[in-house]
């Protein structure tokens, strides 16, 4: 057997991931849970708003745009961190040397060099195209991934909103950014910009029947629809093997394969390879954004990423056990597990090929849907036994 011989390099690199990751472990136990650093800090506020004789409602209005601004910073700062792991996780698989070593160390550069670009391209609009409709379209894609992040539990007391009825709320809320899709196919005034935004349409509403049934029978074991309450059911050790958290991935078969089902089609919903009919560049040139540039284009990229995180983060809590995990806090485990569901995302694109329109439909149809009411009655079986 041949052993693989280091270069000089690669031991200097290895050595200083390992050096990196060894901080940011540290960093986290030093920080500790997130909600009561942040309750020390409000207090500090509220003391000094007091001594000041501030009003209450300028206090109340202070603190919702604090969580609004860290929601966006934290998407920001995300989708720029996942866009350079995307590059480097292809270039890695594609022997593509240009990502790993353009833009400083490693290519950390790049991507901010990209959304400078982009901040200072000219704004063009199609003679043809409606004005409004065509402006509004990218706000209208983006502003639901915004509304679902204030929903989703990114540790043990960390999230903005705790909804009883967090999984139907985002389920709801993000099944709206199909009509910015629509928006700027129709409002670009091309044809081929049309034809995307309509099979986006369709894709998004098929493919969103068997992603919400896939999560039924998380629903019916955990008789909650609270996220929060979901993932604290699933930090006791699992009954029938003690050494497994009680995730509800290793429930047997059920828990297989409302994973898998929810993976895919959250795939699907975000128009990533090989579902990316929507924006197919060999047949509709860049499909509903073909229109776009500047910072409109940012936006859908923008939200196209987010949808990525935000459909990890749901896969996280429902089904990895949100944010519970030994040793350190619970926003950095949630983190953890999230990026571990972004990394299949960047997995698929650079793997499978694109699928013919016809195929993607039928497989939604024929074949993920009568899998998911395979399953709820599957769970059904199991809870009465």
């Known amino acids: 057997m041949i052993m693989p011989v280091w270069t000089i390099g690669q031991k200097r690199a290895a050595g200083v991931l390992a050096g990196v990751t060894a901080g940011i472990v540290g960093i986290a136990f030093a920080i500790g849970e997130l909600p009561f650093r942040l309750s020390q800090i409000w207090t500090l506020v509220l003391d000094l708003a007091a001594k000041n004789n501030v009003p209450l409602l300028v206090t109340d209005i202070a603190s919702l745009v604090i969580q609004c601004s860290m929601i966006i910073g934290f998407i920001a700062v995300s989708v ?17 040397l240009g990502p790993m070593e353009t833009g400083g160390w490693h290519g950390w550069a790049q991507t901010i060099a990209d959304a400078i670009k982009l901040l200072l391209k000219e704004d063009i609009v199609p003679f043809a195209a409606s004005p409004w409709v065509h402006f509004f379209a990218p706000i209208v894609a983006f502003i639901p991934a915004f509304l679902c992040y204030a929903a989703l539990p990114f540790g043990e007391g960390t999230i903005a909103v705790d909804l009883d009825i967090g999984v139907l709320y985002i389920f709801a809320i993000s099944g709206l950014s ?28 098929s493919y969103e029947i068997p992603r919400v049934l896939s999560v ?74 073909t229109e776009y540039s500047g910072m409109k284009f940012s936006f859908f990229f923008l939200a196209e990423y987010a949808f990525i995180f935000l459909s990890s983060g749901m896969a996280a809590a429902l089904f990895l056990g949100g944010g519970s995990g030994p040793f350190l806090p619970s926003w950095f485990w949630f983190l953890i597990k999230s990026f571990a569901v972004v990394f299949l995302f960047i997995w698929f694109r650079w793997t499978f090929p694109r699928m013919r329109v016809d195929r993607l439909m039928e497989f939604c149809w024929k074949f993920l849907l009568p899998w998911s009411f395979v399953n709820i009655l599957l769970t059904g079986a199991w809870l009465l036994r």
Request: charge should be neutral; include cysteine; charged fraction near 10%.
């Open 80 to 96: 720029m961190f996942m866009v350079w792991w995307e590059r480097k996780i292809s270039a890695h698989m594609q022997s593509r």
């Open 178 to 205: 199909v009509l910015g899709i629509i928006m700027a196919g129709w409002g670009s005034g091309n044809k081929y910009s049309m034809l995307g935004g309509l099979r986006a349409a369709a894709q998004s509403v």
């Open 216 to 289: 039924v029978p998380i629903l019916m074991i955990a008789g909650t629809m609270k996220l929060t309450g979901i993932a604290a059911i699933q930090s006791e050790p699992l009954a029938w093997i003690p050494f497994l958290p009680n995730w509800f991935i290793f429930y047997p078969v059920i828990g297989q394969l409302s994973f898998i089902i929810f993976l895919i089609c959250s795939v699907a919903e975000t128009n990533r390879t090989p579902f990316d009919i929507a924006e197919s560049e060999s047949e509709l040139v860049a499909g509903f954004h």
